[in-house]
């Protein structure tokens, strides 16, 4: 039963850092996502992935790059990252097909000093 | 601008009494809202959901309800219980095909026993 799992929980990078965050889940599901979380805004879409094979900007896409691995796995990358990209980053998934509920993992804390 | 509002940033509510949580949209094209509710240092679980076609939906303690002329929704809990203190997040979905999800800024509920 481990739904989505995110990794790292914590990180902290230097600017101009490059990482990658891994996300995977266990449901089958086809689309999978990648949210921000930042205090006062909310959960905002940065990027997802409809079904394998496919991905496509979401509303905050900017310094980002993202791959689907494969059905399971979605990972989204930094090149170089910024202190503006400190925040919790959230993987989902959904079963797609209409709209399902979004099963969320942990969540990754990222500090970018 | 924010299609996805929650203009009360938190609430609190005695043990017992009815929690009110309320959204609004701008997004007449929205087809599907769901309410999330988020612990500290875990991802938003998915909570209750309502069809566009519909104006209310129950689960339990939990009820919400669709104004669609007011283009508002909102979520009441009855009773609530010290356990319900979280923040709840409203999410609305785009037609079958679009894959996003909008979400507000989240209502931190504090139940207070």
């Known amino acids: 039963n481990a739904g989505v799992t995110q990794t790292p929980k914590f990180q902290v990078l230097k600017t101009g850092q490059s990482m990658t965050l891994q996300c995977a889940q266990d449901?089958?599901?086809?689309?999978m996502y990648w949210y921000r979380q930042d205090p006062g805004m909310g959960l905002r879409l940065i990027y997802y992935s409809a079904s394998e094979g496919t991905t496509d900007k979401g509303e905050v896409p900017n310094g980002y790059n993202v791959s689907r691995l494969n059905k399971r796995e979605f990972s989204l990358r930094l090149e170089s990252a910024a202190p503006s990209q400190t925040s919790v980053y959230f993987c989902a998934s959904t079963r797609g097909q209409g709209a399902t509920e979004a099963f969320f993992g942990q969540g990754t804390r990222l500090t970018v000093v | 601008d924010q299609q996805v509002k929650q203009n009360s940033p938190s609430l609190s509510v005695q043990e017992g009494r009815i929690s009110i949580l309320n959204c609004d949209y701008t997004n007449s094209m929205f087809d599907y809202f769901l309410w999330y509710k988020k612990y500290p240092a875990e991802g938003p679980t998915f909570l209750i959901s309502i069809s566009s076609i519909k104006d209310k939906n129950e689960d339990g303690r939990f009820t919400v309800f669709l104004n669609k002329s007011a283009k508002h929704l909102s979520l009441h809990i009855v009773p609530s219980q010290p356990g319900d203190s979280a923040v709840y997040f409203c999410a609305a979905s785009l037609p079958s095909g679009t894959y996003k999800y909008i979400f507000g800024t989240g209502t931190r509920l504090k139940v207070l026993a």
């Open positions: 449901m089958n599901h086809n689309s």
